[in-house]
């Protein structure tokens, strides 16, 4: 993989040339030690992957992940020795577009390991890309065909990737706290930024957001996140639980996984969303929902961060609607209201 390094600091530069070192099948093209002289470069020669500081002169990591994935879209993987401490720029700069935040690793132990393992899986998720045809029409799914069955409310469950943070606020800040519906949000992000991705969201929407536990059910006005790196998914008894297999599957957790399990047991109305991200995963799972007559929207290409995800699903004819960021919240709302005025 061709990979390019933005970090003011020599010695963080030199760490990650070593650990990269260890991966022969990994090249470094170019450093760059200000977000500014990164956009310029990628525009130059741009990378398979950027590891990207946060915190630079001149232009943070932030901001060049925003104006590269606008003018020289690639795949970044934020590596910081802030991210502890950098929670709020962290979520900026997935919302902006980068994929995933590691710490910047030391030259020897744990810290190295995980930093190549998250190289390998971003590998497998960016890959050869296909091109793919969006309808240019789609049509607008009335109502959930799915009746409320034994008390449950709706649920409204979302995935995302590579911008997610900032488009699952857009959405989410359109419901009340009273609202009628439960939010399931499966977002791809290592397992040790759950915890801030739930208070951050938290933040943005009146909505109470917590991490899921096993055996949690889901209440309307709350949203659940995975707290793990396992799969989280629906049972038959319609509760929430974490599932290993498929230990394969590189997307942890995966929104397949969590959208089929909803199209297989979920009794109540519901509706499945694909919102900006690289890859494919989802778009099986919204199909499934689809195919088991649930409403299933997909974020469009203008309003993406990333136009992976919801492509695939637009393709796979997964989704009753195409919608730009702003429109998929109302759409959602008008769903509700059309429940309960029937």
Same mark, same amino acid.
């Given at each position: 993989?061709?990979?390019?390094?933005?970090?003011?600091?020599?010695?963080?530069?030199?760490?990650?040339?070593?650990?990269?070192?260890?991966?022969?099948?990994?090249?470094?093209?170019?450093?760059?030690?200000?977000?500014?002289?990164?956009?310029?470069?990628?525009?130059?020669?741009?990378?398979?992957?950027?590891?990207?500081?946060?915190?630079?002169?001149?232009?943070?990591?932030?901001?060049?992940?925003?104006?590269?994935?606008?003018?020289?879209?690639?795949?970044?993987?934020?590596?910081?020795?802030?991210?502890?401490?950098?929670?709020?720029?962290?979520?900026?700069?997935?919302?902006?577009?980068?994929?995933?935040?590691?710490?910047?690793?030391?030259?020897?132990?744990?810290?190295?390991?995980?930093?190549?393992?998250?190289?390998?899986?971003?590998?497998?998720?960016?890959?050869?890309?296909?091109?793919?045809?969006?309808?240019?029409?789609?049509?607008?799914?009335?109502?959930?065909?799915?009746?409320?069955?034994?008390?449950?409310?709706?649920?409204?469950?979302?995935?995302?990737?590579?911008?997610?943070?900032?488009?699952?606020?857009?959405?989410?800040?359109?419901?009340?706290?009273?609202?009628? =519906?439960?939010?399931?949000?499966?977002?791809?992000? +290592? $397992?040790? *930024? @759950?915890?801030?991705? %739930?208070? #951050?969201? !938290?933040?943005?929407?009146?909505?109470?957001?917590?991490?899921?536990?096993?055996?949690?059910?889901?209440?309307?006005?709350?949203?659940?996140?995975?707290?793990?790196?396992?799969?989280?998914?629906?049972?038959?008894?319609?509760?929430?639980?974490?599932?290993?297999?498929? =230990?394969?599957?590189?997307?942890?957790?995966?929104? +397949? $996984?969590? *959208? @089929?399990?909803?199209? %297989?047991? #979920?009794? !109540?109305?519901?509706?499945?969303?694909?919102?900006?991200?690289?890859?494919?995963?989802?778009?099986?799972?919204?199909?499934?929902?689809?195919?088991?007559?649930?409403?299933?929207?997909?974020?469009?290409?203008?309003?993406?961060?990333?136009?992976?995800?919801?492509?695939? =699903?637009?393709?796979?004819?997964?989704?009753?609607?195409?919608?730009?960021?702003?429109?998929?919240?109302?759409?959602?709302?008008?769903?509700?209201?059309?429940?309960?005025?029937?």
């Amino acid at each position: 993989m061709r990979i390019a390094l933005v970090n003011d600091l020599g010695m963080a530069v030199e760490a990650l040339r070593r650990v990269l070192g260890r991966a022969p099948q990994h090249q470094v093209i170019w450093t760059a030690a200000d977000g500014a002289e990164a956009v310029r470069q990628c525009a130059l020669a741009r990378p398979d992957l950027i590891l990207m500081d946060l915190i630079m002169p001149i232009m943070d990591g932030v901001e060049a992940t925003r104006r590269i994935m606008a003018e020289s879209p690639c795949a970044i993987l934020v590596v910081t020795a802030t991210v502890e401490g950098s929670t709020g720029r962290v979520f900026d700069a997935l919302g902006a577009g980068a994929l995933d935040a590691v710490n910047t690793p030391e030259l020897t132990g744990a810290g190295a390991a995980v930093l190549l393992a998250k190289i390998t899986a971003l590998g497998r998720l960016i890959g050869p890309t296909r091109p793919v045809v969006v309808p240019t029409t789609s049509r607008f799914f009335p109502a959930t065909e799915r009746s409320s069955s034994g008390g449950l409310p709706w649920l409204v469950a979302l995935g995302a990737s590579a911008g997610g943070p900032s488009a699952l606020a857009t959405v989410l800040k359109y419901f009340p706290a009273d609202t009628a =519906a439960a939010f399931l949000v499966i977002q791809h992000l +290592d $397992e040790s *930024f @759950a915890p801030g991705l %739930a208070a #951050w969201l !938290g933040d943005q929407t009146p909505l109470q957001v917590r991490l899921a536990r096993e055996g949690d059910s889901l209440t309307p006005g709350t949203v659940l996140l995975p707290g793990k790196g396992d799969h989280l998914v629906l049972n038959s008894r319609s509760t929430l639980g974490y599932r290993r297999e498929p =230990a394969d599957y590189f997307y942890r957790p995966s929104v +397949d $996984e969590c *959208f @089929a399990s909803i199209a %297989a047991y #979920w009794k !109540g109305p519901a509706v499945g969303v694909i919102l900006t991200g690289m890859g494919q995963d989802g778009a099986r799972g919204l199909r499934k929902m689809r195919d088991a007559r649930f409403a299933t929207f997909a974020q469009d290409g203008a309003t993406s961060a990333v136009f992976g995800m919801p492509k695939a =699903a637009a393709e796979l004819g997964a989704a009753d609607a195409v919608l730009p960021l702003n429109q998929i919240g109302p759409a959602v709302q008008q769903l509700l209201s059309q429940s309960r005025s029937a």
